[in-house]
Structures are given as structure tokens and as C-alpha cells.
């Protein structure tokens, strides 16, 4: 059973840190692109930050200079360092990767999302 784990999130002050993880376990070939959405409720999921498996990166404008994102290949974990936080980055953060589960068909992929990490950013 493939499935992504995430641990990290938790109450910060305003300008504070955090930092979330996410390891993707189970039967995987190949983990294409890994990121971080974030989701208010009322709203829809909105990409944070998003990683190839080469280590190219983008994010929402919201976060440039204030998050990172990274990921550990070796471990199928990606990260997300978030500095400076504001109030307004208070959300549920979900992890999600594209995977290729199995060599023996390359072609077919599929899209994973993990349980959801709070942040909430409060003084």
C-alpha cells in the first residue's frame, strides 16, 4: 500500500519557523514530482511548492523568500522549510507526489496525497 506520511506542523509565532516532512512507502518505481498544497476551509487546495525529481523548483508567490522546499531522493522524502511565518500561512499543509508504483509499466502513474499537517500561526 503506497501512502505518504507527513510530521512537522504545529503552533508558531508569527515569524517564527517550521518544518514539515513527507516520505512516500510502499511499492514505488519512480516519484516524479513531490509538493506541499495548503488548504483553508472554504477553499480550495492551493500549491505551495513543488519539486521535480531533477530538483527543479516553483512556488506560489506568496512564500517566494520564506519557504523551501526540498527532497531527499535516497529517502523518497520531501521537505518544506518555512521561515518568517505570517497568520496568514495558517492552513492545512497536504504532502503530494506523482508516482510510477511499478518498472513493469512505466507509463502509468498516479497522483498521492498525504493525511494533512495544521500550521497554525498565531501569536
Known amino acids: 500500500q503506497l501512502q505518504l506520511v507527513e510530521s512537522g506542523g504545529g503552533l508558531v509565532q508569527p515569524g517564527g519557523s517550521l518544518t514539515l516532512s513527507c516520505a512516500a512507502s510502499?511499492?514505488?518505481?519512480?516519484?516524479?514530482?513531490m509538493g506541499w498544497y495548503g488548504q483553508v476551509p472554504g477553499k480550495q487546495r492551493e500549491l505551495v511548492a513543488v519539486?521535480?525529481?531533477?530538483?527543479?523548483?516553483n512556488c506560489a508567490d506568496s512564500v517566494k523568500g520564506r519557504f523551501t522546499i526540498s527532497r531527499d531522493n535516497a529517502k523518497n522524502t520531501v521537505f518544506l522549510q518555512m521561515d518568517s511565518l505570517k497568520p496568514e500561512d495558517t492552513a492545512v499543509y497536504y504532502c503530494?507526489?506523482?508516482?510510477?508504483?511499478?518498472?513493469?509499466?512505466?507509463?502509468?502513474?498516479?497522483?498521492?496525497w498525504g493525511q494533512g499537517t495544521q500550521v497554525t500561526v498565531s501569536s
Open positions: 510502499g511499492t514505488i518505481f519512480r516519484i516524479n514530482s
Open positions: 503530494q507526489a506523482v508516482i510510477t508504483p511499478s518498472a513493469g509499466a512505466p507509463w502509468r502513474t498516479y497522483q498521492y
Open positions: 519539486i521535480s525529481s531533477s530538483g527543479s523548483t
